[in-house]
């Protein structure tokens, strides 16, 4: 089940969407890390985040290594996914990047968990009163 769908810019209502998912499925994290990205920064996000009480961490303009989970994770994407790939359109890019970030996530063994996978994610007692992810409520158009 993908977070969010496909989109080249995402609103700070869309992250405010997803993150309220997320939250739902997972709990709220004492703090939110992501780049200074306008979607990010806006006032509504952050103002959502305070009401949960949820830090605010930005990494810092040129300095990757601030977030080496994420970057070792884009890398992944690129080299098994993004390069070996032409996308004719978003439906067909959205439907591979699920795939391979369901293989990703549920197959793979991971070397930061010695080699095992990761557990398997429950969220069937959400979906089952009808709460769905964002990617379901805002089909692709």
């Keep these: ?20 998912w997320l939250f739902l499925v997972y709990g709220a994290p004492c703090c ?25 961490v930005y990494i810092e303009p040129g300095c990757p290594w601030e977030n080496p989970f994420v970057e070792s994770f884009h890398g992944s994407l690129r080299m098994e ?8 359109s978003g439906a067909e890019a959205q439907a591979i990047l699920d795939d391979w970030r369901e293989d990703y ?3 793979r063994p991971h070397s930061s968990l010695g080699g095992r996978r990761h557990p398997r994610r ?5 979906c089952s009163v009808g709460l769905r992810p964002p990617s379901q409520r805002h089909p692709l158009t």
């Excluded at 996914?81 to 004719?88: E, K, M, T, V, Y």
């Design 1 to 20: 089940m993908p977070c969010s769908p496909l989109r080249a810019q995402l609103s700070s209502e869309k992250v405010i969407d997803t993150l309220e």
């Design 32 to 56: 939110v890390r992501s780049d200074n990205g306008p979607e990010f920064i806006a006032k509504l996000v952050r103002d959502w985040l305070e009401a949960k009480h949820t830090e605010t």
């Design 81 to 88: 996914c993004l390069n070996r790939h032409l996308f004719f």
């Design 105 to 107: 996530n549920e197959f």
């Design 122 to 126: 429950r969220c069937g007692c959400l």
